[in-house]
């Protein structure tokens, strides 16, 4: 066992240092959390190996050791409710991650594919032609999948082209077998509220005229999240955002329902962890509450 304090590879993280150590170093360099307390026998069995592989890997990624009894608000917000826990975090967001002791062959398989995937990856080529060539990417990963029903990245890519060409549908049903939780669980989602984003452009109303008559009657709330929705259903988040905030803020039962609804759902598309989404979720909480 290394001593993590002589090791600039590993780390201690708290509730008050976590934006800066974690958030803003997964910029640079995959962080993962690992999630612990003194009390926890397997915690004390997978940190030094998580501690030594950090050491031995030279800076292939940072390991943040967050000790729950400690750091009870980031143990809250992540909903950690056992542990030994561990996320990964990349450009701010949760990206993988495992609950409770695994094998030193299993965490040196699950290290390694923080690497990236190898050259000429089928996947990798696919994810290159989905925009410019999507029907040889949804060639590729109906093969991989053919070969291998749980390659769940397969079925990710799958389900953006399937979005991307306007068969929604397929897409839902390709999606609807990636849990929510799990190494690929935050794409699935992004991906399902993308669809059902989608859903609501036919009922959502036109752009211009919703703004026409916001015009007309600046005050009225349900105008504002209609243009919200609107601008939601086209990608445009931030300035979706900015008009559900203002429904909520004059209507406050409209904020606590339907607005709030909406922005969960952007906030999943945008990444829980991004910018953005901190940003108006700070804004709704203190309004609301």
Same mark, same amino acid.
């Given at each position: 066992?290394?001593?993590?304090?002589?090791?600039?590879?590993?780390?201690?993280?708290?509730?008050?240092?976590?934006?800066?150590?974690?958030?803003?170093?997964?910029?640079?360099?995959?962080?993962?959390?690992?999630?612990?307390?003194?009390?926890?026998?397997?915690?004390?069995?997978?940190?030094?190996?998580?501690?030594?592989?950090?050491?031995?890997?030279?800076?292939?990624?940072?390991?943040?050791?967050?000790?729950?009894?400690?750091?009870?608000?980031?143990?809250?917000?992540?909903?950690?409710?056992?542990?030994?826990?561990?996320?990964?975090?990349?450009? $701010?967001?949760?990206?993988?991650?495992?609950?409770?002791?695994?094998?030193?062959?299993?965490?040196?398989?699950?290290?390694?594919?923080?690497?990236?995937?190898?050259?000429?990856?089928?996947?990798?080529?696919? @994810?290159?032609?989905?925009?410019?060539?999507?029907?040889?990417?949804?060639?590729?990963?109906?093969?991989?999948?053919?070969?291998?029903?749980? $390659?769940?990245?397969?079925?990710?890519?799958?389900?953006?082209?399937?979005?991307?060409?306007?068969?929604?549908?397929?897409?839902?049903?390709?999606?609807?077998?990636?849990?929510?939780?799990?190494?690929?669980?935050?794409?699935?989602?992004?991906?399902?509220?993308?669809?059902?984003?989608?859903? $609501?452009?036919?009922?959502?109303?036109?752009?211009?005229?919703?703004? $026409?008559?916001?015009?007309?009657?600046?005050?009225? @709330?349900?105008?504002?999240?209609?243009?919200?929705?609107?601008?939601?259903?086209?990608?445009?988040?931030?300035?979706?955002?900015?008009?559900?905030?203002?429904?909520?803020?004059?209507?406050?039962?409209?904020?606590?329902?339907?607005?709030?609804?909406?922005?969960?759902?952007?906030?999943?598309?945008?990444?829980?962890?991004?910018?953005?989404?901190?940003?108006?979720?700070?804004?709704?909480?203190?309004?609301?509450?």
């Amino acid at each position: 066992m290394i001593d993590a304090a002589k090791s600039k590879w590993v780390i201690e993280v708290s509730d008050e240092n976590f934006e800066e150590e974690v958030l803003q170093r997964s910029a640079q360099v995959p962080v993962l959390v690992d999630f612990w307390a003194e009390w926890c026998g397997p915690c004390k069995e997978l940190g030094p190996l998580l501690e030594q592989a950090a050491a031995d890997r030279k800076g292939a990624f940072v390991l943040a050791k967050a000790n729950v009894d400690v750091a009870q608000q980031l143990a809250g917000y992540f909903r950690i409710e056992s542990i030994p826990a561990v996320l990964v975090f990349k450009d $701010n967001q949760v990206v993988n991650g495992f609950q409770g002791l695994v094998s030193e062959d299993d965490l040196k398989k699950f290290l390694d594919e923080l690497s990236g995937p190898a050259p000429n990856d089928p996947l990798v080529e696919a @994810a290159a032609l989905e925009e410019k060539e999507p029907t040889k990417a949804e060639a590729t990963y109906r093969d991989l999948l053919l070969k291998d029903e749980r $390659n769940d990245p397969a079925r990710l890519g799958l389900g953006r082209v399937l979005i991307a060409t306007g068969r929604d549908e397929e897409a839902e049903t390709a999606l609807s077998m990636i849990p929510d939780a799990g190494e690929f669980g935050a794409e699935a989602v992004k991906l399902r509220r993308t669809i059902e984003l989608k859903k $609501n452009a036919s009922t959502a109303g036109d752009e211009v005229a919703i703004q $026409n008559r916001i015009v007309a009657d600046p005050e009225n @709330a349900q105008l504002h999240f209609e243009l919200g929705n609107v601008l939601a259903t086209k990608g445009i988040y931030p300035q979706a955002l900015e008009s559900l905030m203002k429904a909520a803020v004059l209507d406050i039962e409209l904020g606590r329902g339907a607005v709030r609804e909406l922005m969960v759902k952007i906030f999943e598309i945008v990444g829980v962890r991004s910018e953005l989404a901190d940003t108006y979720r700070d804004k709704l909480r203190a309004m609301l509450y």
